[in-house]
């Protein structure tokens, strides 16, 4: 019965059904594997968060994403 | 002052404005109570998140739902 | 299966097990009849934190907790 | 790489892009400036609630707000 | 740079810096492999807390652990 | 009432009382000049994780601190 909580930006019309289903599982077997335990009881929790309310560094991610953007367009 | 944060998932259109004033209520009583303090400070945060994105066991709850729907119309 | 996270201040000694226990049943039930599931499931997790380590207003509790015992002595 | 978390209530309209720049900056430079690291790695994520979910010592923000508004119209 | 927080119970002496290192990076590597990104940024932080404050259902794992221990000794 | 929560690895016997207070202190001046709430009322938690327990890119910051050592040492 862990918690596990992942916070990530809400990119590219945002996570898949699938892809959150891939890693919830994929955590859930990875936990269980290394400790014995949690299979049928690990809860995993995503949370998509705006890329304006998300930033490394001092700078939003919708910051940096433009800036990587500028860069490879030259 | 101590702070409560609520994770749950969002089903049945959510749960209502009473349905969460109860439960702040509720939990800054209960604090207050057991440990003589908090009665005016406690804060209690609900987020209320997606099926998609909430899983126990590996299986997202929107998959668990759909799986016991399907067991009570057997 | 909500996860209710708690954190608090460890003063006096800390929470005892008694107090725990009770918090962590009596939250449960509450949500459990508020909205009625949850109550085999929900998690309850308790951090009891430093008071130098939490502060409201800009204030550490150590200090406020030594201003209100000046204020008591007077 | 310290990770910063703010949760507050979304009022007027939400916090401004530029707002929630000026506090993710803020808290980084701060950190940084304190600890002399996380500079370029802290993250800062900020999370805004509705006030119906957000309760201080057992008061939703929404019910608080309107009671202000009654006693300043008085 | 998802931050991933994982919550466990602190159990039989604790998880070793093995168990942490795997888990952490099996995460990562999870996450960057679905989503294509995270690699080298992911922040994964892993609480252990006290089996006394950590309830499920409303009951604490301690209590949990201890029953378990008494139908396998039967 | 903002609740602001700081994760950090603990280091070099931790963060001092005074460092603590000027992180809060700061944070919480922050949050009012910018929302024009929450002076009185913010909430500010700092947690200190092992470096153990604490990894960036799947890298361990004990192993990176390691890695850090040996390269200036060189």
Redesign the interface.
């Known amino acids: ?9 809400h990119e590219d019309g945002g ?1 898949t ?1 699938e ?13 269980a594997q ?2 014995n335990r ?12 705006s890329t ?12 940096i994403r433009n800036e990587e953007k500028k860069q490879t367009s030259i």
């Open positions: 019965m862990p918690v596990i909580n992942v916070k990530m930006t996570a059904k892809q959150k289903e891939k890693l919830s599982k994929g955590i859930t077997e990875l936990f290394i400790f949690g299979a049928s009881s690990a809860v995993v929790i995503i949370e998509e968060v304006d309310n998300y930033s490394v560094g001092g700078k939003s991610i919708t910051q």
